[in-house]
């Protein structure tokens, strides 16, 4: 199904480029399009402002204002402030540079619904993002709320934000793809080539979730039992690593539909958690 799947996907392509001459060339949509132009190119260079610089200064704020030594609760409180700065700032950059995009009016029925897939796609990616680094903050750990170390700190940050750039592409992709003309099979091929690195990523990031084994007991002490806070740990994290590997099977088996049943709301689930 290979071949087939490359040269639809390059058919779309060909077309989103066809339909953006044709506005190009389109005299009336031109001379409407000069007339947006200044808003359109203002929301799209304010956009990357806010999401690369605006959120990094709100943040750096709400840190520096930390007391050192605060206590658990003032952190929480500090970096849920934090998240709803990045969820602004994120949320406001991406959705000037779509507004920016539309004004300029250069894209027909099959770049309107990709973009439309994008939009869905945006929202998840920003959740995945601020929940991420609310709990793992690499480059804050004054606002952390997890307990691991900067190592890991660092990676499950990458993890999450590679999870959402994942499930951002499946939007665009597999769930736009009848709309824009996509046959079934090469959706099949699309979304085992973007749900594969999802599901090892999401079996990465159920590692990360499970707390370190308690020490060895010394001599003369009883070992100490779990507690519930890490069995339901454990329990998460087999759950989550046996959906990445019913999704891969079930996506290589044929089973377009299911398989982004089996991976993709316990994706979401663990957004909602977090």
Known sequence: LWPQAVAQSVEVGRRVANEVAFALRDTVRSRERAEVAPF????????PVLVLWGRRKAVALIRDRLAAGSGRMRRVGAAALAALVRAAALGSGFALFMVGLRQLDLLGPTGTKLLEGAGVGLGVLVASRVISLAWYAPDAPALRISEVDDAHARNGSRLALLLGLLFLAQMILVHEGPAIG?????????????????????????????????PEPAEGEEAQTDPPGRRVARLGTLALKGTAILSVLLSLAGYFAASRYALLPPAVTLGLVG
């Open 40 to 47: 359109a190119l203002l929301a799209l260079a304010v956009s």
């Open 182 to 214: 996509l046959g079934a099979r090469a959706l099949a091929v699309l979304n085992l080539v973007l749900l594969a690195p999802a599901a090892v990523t999401l079996w990465s990031l159920a590692r990360l979730l499970t707390p370190e084994t308690p």
